[in-house]
């Protein structure tokens, strides 16, 4: 066994480093995103939970969802070569492109009916003014 894959890390380590709440890091366990270990009450983590706290936060950062998430740590424990993993991750990257897309045109749409909205309440205030 290699020395980086007996690292172990405390809830309260993994809180620190990743500026998230254990409560966080419990709900994901809860998920089944991350397994730790036990020792009686105290959850033990490894380098493998690390990486996927990670993830789960990189994921959530880029706008997956947790179910997305993780259905790729699924599609990987399945499949050690990540052909499929990767087919995935690039169907995913293209309907998020196309949702803030779709979103990024939304915002555009309502800022230019707030320019519009803004303009005739100056025009009404200028002629309230005279």
């Not at 492109?97 to 803004?118: F, K, M, N, P, S």
Request: glycine fraction near 6%; charged fraction near 30%.
């Amino acid at each position: 066994m290699s020395t980086s894959s007996r690292i172990t890390y405390s809830i309260g380590d993994l809180a620190k480093e990743f500026d998230i709440t254990t409560r966080s890091i419990r709900f994901y366990e809860d998920q089944g995103l991350i397994h730790p270990t036990r020792k009686g009450q105290t959850r033990i983590y490894n380098q493998r939970d690390r990486v996927r706290l990670k993830l789960i936060l990189r994921g959530k950062r880029l706008g997956f969802s947790l179910a997305e998430t993780g259905r790729l740590f699924e599609l990987y424990d399945a499949d050690k070569s990540s052909v499929t993993q990767l087919v995935t991750i690039m169907d995913l990257i293209t309907q998020k492109r196309a949702d803030l897309t779709q979103q990024l045109d939304d915002i555009q749409a309502v800022l230019v009916e707030l320019d519009g909205l803004e303009a005739n309440c100056k025009e009404t205030l200028a002629r309230i003014d005279k």
